[in-house]
């Protein structure tokens, strides 16, 4: 019910079509979802048969054949609710039947994804991690919090990324071993430094992206820009050299630095370098 709204005939040629909010991110996932609704649907679900084909797709087949048969059964609607509920397997399984039922409101998504945050597999715990930024509540920001510490750094920054999006009107807190990181969404980007007490990176208005070419270093810590939109930053505190890209924005590389358990007196001194040389972009305000 309720997708006939999904697009808008302009005229004989142009469609408007409405993704909805959940689906920003997945608008590929959408895009199948739409061409996978048959006219049937309307009137009625596919053959117990047929569902129970796709059921034994998103249950014991190949990862791509597992999220054919979710996008599937999502665009079939309610009467497939049940079945995505009943579904089990691996990891896969676990995150694409949770996102169907994530986008067909049934509150077992949402644990699902959870879940699935905590497969073995790498690259599923990276997709559900990614795809909690969607979602809300608090089992999702506990989750998140927990990813912040996985062993996979992509991972963490991931966590870092979905807790910031997670913060609406209030800071979200990420407790670090050397500081804490407050993220606030604001309009206008900064930096905000105290260093009294136990210190505090604050950053507002997330996405602010570094300026001109970026090198600095400090201590065991190097920053330097890897094309336009993003810098390496390389650690030899841990015997080998060790490098990590991320995006170049304030909140990611500070978000990063951390992951790397750099001294906040380094950091500090890092983000001097870096206002120094015009690659911030904007002025840091820095609290004693």
Not at 100 to 118: F, K, P, Q, V
């Amino acid at each position: 019910g309720g997708r006939a709204n999904y697009a808008f005939a302009l005229s004989e040629r142009t469609v408007r079509l409405y993704v909805p909010p959940m689906y920003r991110d997945y608008v590929d996932r959408f895009a199948d979802m739409i061409r996978a609704i048959r006219g049937v649907y309307y009137y009625g679900a596919p053959s117990e048969s047929q569902m129970n084909t796709y059921l034994r797709a998103l249950e014991g087949g190949s990862p791509r054949e597992k999220y054919r048969a979710s996008v599937e059964l999502e665009a079939i609607g309610q009467p497939a609710i049940g079945y995505l509920e009943g579904a089990s397997g691996d990891g896969w399984t676990l995150l694409y039947s949770g996102q169907a039922l994530a986008y067909l409101n049934s509150d077992l998504g949402r644990s699902r994804i959870i879940e699935a945050a905590d497969s073995p597999n790498e690259e599923v715990r990276f997709e559900a991690v990614k795809f909690m930024a969607n979602l809300s509540g608090r089992s999702v920001i506990q989750a998140l919090r927990e990813k912040v510490n996985d062993p996979s750094d992509r991972i963490s920054l991931e966590a870092v990324a979905g807790l910031v999006r997670q913060g609406r009107d209030y800071a979200t807190r990420l407790r670090m071993p050397a500081y804490d990181i407050v993220a606030l969404r604001a309009v206008e980007p900064g930096l905000i430094v105290k260093t009294d007490g136990r210190p505090m990176v604050v950053v507002t208005g997330t996405g602010a992206r570094l300026e001109g070419t970026v090198q600095a270093r400090v201590g065991g810590f190097g920053l330097g820009s890897t094309g336009r939109e993003h810098v390496g930053i390389i650690s030899s505190r841990r015997g080998e050299p060790q490098t990590q890209i991320v995006e170049a924005t304030v909140d990611n590389v500070v978000a990063a630095l951390a992951m790397q358990e750099i001294s906040f007196g380094d950091l500090v001194r890092l983000f001097e370098v870096l206002e120094d040389e015009g690659n911030v972009p904007f002025r840091i305000n820095w609290i004693d």
